[in-house]
């Protein structure tokens, strides 16, 4: 009987494959909410999408801090009569809206006025304030009866005009690209001059 053939042998284990590299994943653009069919309007707007995006378009004469310590912003300065009743804000110079109009005190009141309006969702928060006039770079505000907390109401965001989409002061201005989409885009000339953490910030559409 031949001998046993010779078994050929065993072919080497698969080599593993090494590593596949791993891929990065996608970039995905830094993207906020955003409801176009709802105004952006300061002191109509109710949806609070729309609320958070209004933060990044428009100030107000003052901004509380942590401490819910009012720190002028808008205005430099006030100053405040005997009685405690009469209210006058100095606006800070050379500031102005994202289309480059200067902000004045006419803008200023009126803004304020809007704000006091039964429509408005600070209307309450005025129901102490009789009256808005407006100076040249001063804005005053005559109160029914004393309130020496005043300034802390009154980091109301200023708006230019009463359409749904109003322009601000704030760092960001509200564009639309040649592809139809909706984008916050960094102002340029924004007065405070801060470094800005998005040069541009996706809107999506809700």
């Given at each position: 009987m031949p001998a046993a053939a010779r078994r050929s042998p065993l072919p080497p284990p698969a080599r593993?494959?090494?590593?596949?590299?791993?891929?990065?994943?996608?970039?995905?653009?830094?993207?906020?909410?955003?409801?176009?069919?709802?105004?952006?309007?300061p002191a109509r707007a109710a949806n609070r999408a729309n609320l958070t995006l209004g933060s990044l378009l428009y100030e107000g004469l003052f901004s509380v801090d942590a401490s819910f310590q009012a720190q002028p912003?808008?205005?430099?300065?006030?100053?405040?009569?005997?009685?405690?009743?009469?209210?006058t804000f100095t606006l800070r110079e050379g500031?102005?809206?994202?289309?480059?109009?200067?902000?004045?005190?006419?803008?200023?009141?009126?803004?304020?006025?809007?704000?006091?309006?039964?429509?408005?969702?600070?209307?309450?928060?005025?129901?102490?304030?009789?009256?808005?006039?407006?100076?040249?770079g001063?804005?005053?505000?005559?109160?029914?009866?004393?309130n020496g907390a005043l300034p802390v109401l009154l980091d109301i965001p200023i708006a230019l005009g009463d359409g749904d989409?109003?322009?601000?002061?704030?760092?960001?201005?509200?564009?639309?690209?040649?592809?139809?989409?909706?984008?916050?885009?960094?102002?340029s000339g924004w007065w405070q001059g801060?470094?800005?953490?998005f040069q541009t910030i996706h809107l999506a559409s809700v």
């Open positions: 593993t494959s090494p590593l596949r590299r791993r891929r990065s994943p996608a970039s995905i653009p830094f993207t906020l909410a955003f409801y176009p069919e709802y105004t952006l309007h912003l808008l205005c430099s300065g006030y100053t405040v009569s005997e009685d405690g009743l009469t209210w500031i102005t809206f994202s289309d480059g109009t200067p902000l004045t005190g006419t803008v200023a009141a009126q803004a304020l006025r809007d704000a006091m309006a039964p429509d408005s969702h600070y209307a309450q928060r005025l129901g102490g304030v009789r009256s808005v006039a407006a100076g040249e001063t804005v005053t505000v005559t109160l029914s009866t004393p989409r109003p322009l601000g002061t704030g760092p960001y201005v509200l564009t639309e690209e040649a592809t139809g989409e909706t984008v916050l885009t960094a102002r801060r470094s800005l953490p």
